[in-house]
């Protein structure tokens, strides 16, 4: 049976996410608890990666996103540097890949066309950010204060943290949006496999 590069995408990221899975048990850090937050989501995008028709880039790219996420294990979350901070960061990112993976399903088997498309994606990316900050914030109610997804994070010192976030989600989106429409321009359909 040949493996797929989607599945090897699956095994290399779960094999990654156990072992900052174990690292988080024996620091006691809070991101223990994100470890099957995480893997639900990386096992569900790929078990419908047929039905979206997910690219294995894609895939890729979001596991990327889970894994520097959980990097937060080891306190990137608190990395500011100027303007950049990591949070803000990984936040964007999530909008663009989110953005490339809905425009690909949205093109190959999705309702929508033309611009409505767009509007489509951006309103799943904001829902998606709505429901992850509604989760931490349930988290941070049930568990207590303190870093990732259940809890509100090092990151999440301000007031404005669930905005701000919200519209990095935003802007990774938009950014998201305007590169796959660059990428049409330049790749017209017949030459690109993507």
């Given at each position: 049976?040949?493996?797929?590069a989607?599945k090897?995408?699956?095994i290399?990221?779960?094999?990654?996410?156990?072992?900052?899975?174990?690292?988080?048990?024996?620091?006691?850090?809070h991101?223990?608890?994100?470890?099957?937050?995480?893997?639900?989501?990386?096992?569900a995008?790929?078990?419908?990666?047929?039905?979206?028709?997910?690219?294995?880039?894609?895939?890729?790219?979001?596991?990327?996103?889970?894994?520097?996420?959980?990097?937060?294990?080891?306190?990137?979350?608190?990395?500011k540097?100027?303007?950049?901070?990591?949070?803000?960061?990984?936040?964007?990112?999530?909008?663009?890949?989110s953005?490339?993976?809905?425009?690909?399903?949205?093109?190959?088997?999705?309702?929508?066309?033309?611009?409505?498309?767009?509007?489509?994606?951006?309103?799943?990316?904001?829902?998606?950010?709505?429901?992850?900050?509604?989760?931490?914030?349930?988290?941070?109610?049930?568990?207590?204060?303190?870093e990732?997804?259940?809890?509100?994070?090092?990151?999440?010192?301000?007031?404005?943290?669930?905005?701000?976030?919200?519209?990095?989600?935003?802007?990774?989106g938009?950014?998201?949006?305007?590169?796959?429409k660059?990428?049409?321009?330049?790749?017209?359909?017949?030459?690109?496999?993507?």
């Amino acid at each position: 049976m040949k493996t797929t590069a989607e599945k090897r995408i699956l095994i290399v990221t779960t094999c990654i996410l156990v072992a900052l899975e174990i690292f988080s048990l024996t620091t006691d850090s809070h991101y223990k608890w994100d470890f099957l937050f995480l893997m639900l989501l990386l096992y569900a995008v790929y078990l419908l990666r047929e039905k979206i028709r997910l690219h294995p880039l894609h895939y890729f790219l979001f596991a990327l996103f889970l894994v520097l996420h959980n990097l937060g294990t080891f306190g990137t979350y608190g990395w500011k540097q100027g303007l950049w901070e990591y949070d803000l960061l990984v936040h964007s990112y999530f909008g663009f890949v989110s953005a490339l993976m809905l425009l690909r399903a949205y093109r190959e088997v999705g309702p929508y066309r033309g611009y409505i498309k767009y509007i489509a994606v951006v309103a799943l990316i904001l829902g998606f950010s709505a429901f992850h900050e509604l989760f931490e914030f349930a988290g941070a109610l049930t568990v207590g204060e303190g870093e990732g997804v259940l809890f509100v994070g090092a990151g999440d010192l301000d007031e404005w943290d669930t905005q701000k976030d919200m519209f990095n989600n935003l802007w990774g989106g938009i950014i998201g949006i305007l590169f796959y429409k660059l990428k049409d321009v330049f790749l017209p359909k017949r030459k690109r496999k993507s």
